[in-house]
């Protein structure tokens, strides 16, 4: 089913959709975008982990990142780790020992918001196929231009932006549980940054929550 944001957009907010179970032999898949930025993301799992993967007391968690274009880098192999370090946090693996569970992660287009874009589809992905989680995660991404404005949308010229923050969050307490920065800014702007996307986040979960309702998911 297709959901979209429109009732959740301002002029500071990128738009949000998504279509669950985007492919058919996943545990729980969906097609996100977040603004012009596009992902596709599934869950395999939890399923019988390989010999070197088994962990005694709880599931291990693995991540696939798939670039448009070409074979992964070593902007991928990060990305793969924070995604894998979110699920580890978010997913209640203890309750699936001895298993695994598989996240992949297809980029379809990028605009800016590649990080905040599939941590979001992932979560989706993750409501999608049924696994216990602990929480819900969102993540905003905020862009810090040459002129020190602060904005979710990024800029149409790249060369106008200084910096990039993106912010995990937890939804039962709004905590902080991830952040992600490239380029450079300072102490003050950091906390402004975290404060707009901790605000942010609200929409990004009402969505979250607007979507699993009318896909009678909840």
Not at 5 to 20: A, D, M, V, Y
Not at 44 to 61: C, H, L, M, Q, R
Not at 89 to 115: D, K
């Amino acid at each position: 089913m297709d959901v979209h944001s429109k009732e959740f957009i301002s002029s500071n907010t990128p738009e949000l959709k998504c279509e669950f179970g985007a492919l058919s032999r996943s545990d729980g898949s969906v097609l996100f975008s977040e603004g012009e930025s596009v992902i596709m993301a599934s869950i395999y799992g939890p399923v019988e982990a390989t010999f070197n993967k088994i962990v005694i007391d709880k599931a291990s968690v693995d991540c696939y990142y798939r670039p448009k274009a070409g074979v992964p880098g070593v902007q991928d192999r990060l990305r793969e780790s924070v995604i894998r370090n979110i699920c580890e946090i978010a997913v209640a693996i203890s309750l699936y020992p001895r298993t695994a569970v598989l996240v992949n992660v297809q980029e379809m287009q990028n605009r800016g918001q590649l990080i905040s874009c599939a941590i979001n589809a992932v979560s989706l992905a993750c409501l999608d196929s049924g696994i216990d989680m602990k929480f819900v995660f969102g993540a905003v991404s905020c862009f810090l231009s040459n002129n020190g404005e602060l904005s979710c949308i990024p800029s149409i010229n790249e060369d106008t932006v200084k910096a990039m923050l993106v912010f995990v969050f937890n939804n039962t307490t709004g905590g902080i549980i991830a952040s992600h920065t490239e380029g450079c800014f300072s102490i003050e702007q950091y906390k402004i940054a975290l404060e707009m996307c901790r605000k942010e986040s609200r929409n990004v979960f009402k969505f979250i929550k607007t979507s699993l309702l009318a896909a009678d998911k909840l």
